[in-house]
């Protein structure tokens, strides 16, 4: 389901507001408010005004004067940028195929918490950062190694857990030995957090006869959420696993 960027504020970077305004373009174009191809009614040294053959004209005039006021992109940015193409009648611009493709992911980057056992899962936590990085440049990835020096570092673990909007855990058979995750995984389920849990090494989620029963409750409730398995230890494996990460974040594989 695409989220609705003309709810999302307006960047305060120039650059992310050249592209939000694609992606705003591009979503009432896919929603039917207003059609793809513009005509400029503005001067090019006035406030950028818009209108289009399909839809409301009102609508369009709404937004833009709603949410981007006087922080509308020049219409030459656009087109330089590929998301606008000028046409050969004067003024008139139409979208391009590459601000469309600005709806295969979410319109606010999310947050992500990456937990994991450092003895047994941290080659696979870089694999998740890079492959989250890669998807959006600007998704937030928090992993221990980005706690900075001399802070208090259970303080701040506690509230990036309870603050993120994705808590992933990457589970190996030895994972829930270690404190440190499993109370990572309970703040997950006391907080809003979505929990994602990607199994690998051999990792099972049934019960063992003599772990503690605080594992054993922690087993319980990750039986309860979304679970992604690498069920053997080769490329592929790894590699469909990330693209369903990256599917439940809101972004695009294809």
Known sequence: MI???????????RIEQIEAFARDLAYGFNKGLWGGVFTRMS???????????????????????????????EIEIMVHSGYLSQEEQP????????????????????QVFVSYRRSSSSAFAALVVARLKLADRMISVFTDKDIP????WADL???RVRSTKYFVC???????????????IN??????SIVISITHNGFRLDNEDDESQEIKEIREKLKTVQV????EENIDNYDDAMNRLVRNLGYSTL
């Not at 003024?91 to 999310?110: F, M, N, V």
């Not at 020096?149 to 208090?152: R, V």
């Not at 703040?187 to 809003?192: G, I, L, Y």
Request: hydrophobic share 35%; no cysteine; net charge negative.
């Open 187 to 192: 703040w997950a389920f006391e907080s809003d």
């Open 170 to 184: 990457l589970l190996a058979p030895d994972t829930l030995e270690s404190e440190w995750v499993r109370k990572e």
């Open 228 to 231: 992604h398995r690498v069920l």
């Open 3 to 13: 989220d609705n960027p003309l709810e999302q504020p307006v960047p305060e970077s």
């Open 91 to 110: 003024s008139r611009y139409t979208l391009t195929p590459k601000a469309l493709e600005l709806l295969k992911k979410p319109a606010a980057a999310p």
């Open 157 to 159: 673990l506690e509230e």
């Open 149 to 152: 020096l001399g802070e208090q």
């Open 43 to 73: 001067e090019p040294d006035e406030p950028l005004i818009l209108w289009t053959e399909v839809g409301s004209e009102n609508e369009i005039s709404t937004y833009l004067r709603e949410k981007w006021d006087n922080y509308r992109p």
